[in-house]
Nanobody
Framework: QVQLVESGGGLVQAGGSLRLSCAASGSISSIHAMGWYRQAAGKQRELVAALTSGGRTVYGESVQGRFTISGDFAKNTVALQMNSLNPEDTAVYYC??????????????????WGQGTVVTVSS
């Protein structure tokens, strides 16, 4: 089983920035994709950004141009730089990793296990 530890969340004013970090450990042979997901109160978890080992990046439409994902596939770490935050970004942020080079769990957030997440609160 993979262990995921997210950090970096907090309270920030609208227009501010935060940087989230995630470290994955445990039963990992290799990672095909790493991603960040978020779940706001009363809403379904959604993809924020993902990065594949082949260099492909995918961003959710609402964060495009404001958030940047970066990852180190050798160290199993992934970060999310969030700029120009707005109250709609308030959510619990989770990371996850997908070892399957032929699957799409990373794109849709279809994972059985999740970490504790890190809370991001943006005040207006």
């Amino acid at each position: 089983q993979v262990q995921l530890v997210e950090s970096g969340g907090g309270l920030v004013q609208a227009g501010g920035s935060l940087r989230l970090s995630c470290a994955a450990s445990g039963s990992i042979s290799s990672i095909h994709a790493m991603g960040w997901y978020r779940q706001a109160a009363g809403k379904q978890r959604e993809l924020v950004a993902a990065l594949t080992s082949g260099g492909r990046t995918v961003y959710g439409e609402s964060v495009q141009g404001r958030f940047t994902i970066s990852g180190d596939f050798a160290k199993n770490t992934v970060a999310l730089q969030m700029n120009s935050l707005n109250p709609e970004d308030t959510a619990v942020y989770y990371c996850n990793v997908d070892p399957d080079p032929y699957g799409s769990s990373w794109l849709f957030g279809y994972f059985e296990h999740w970490g504790q997440g890190t809370v991001v609160t943006v005040s207006s």
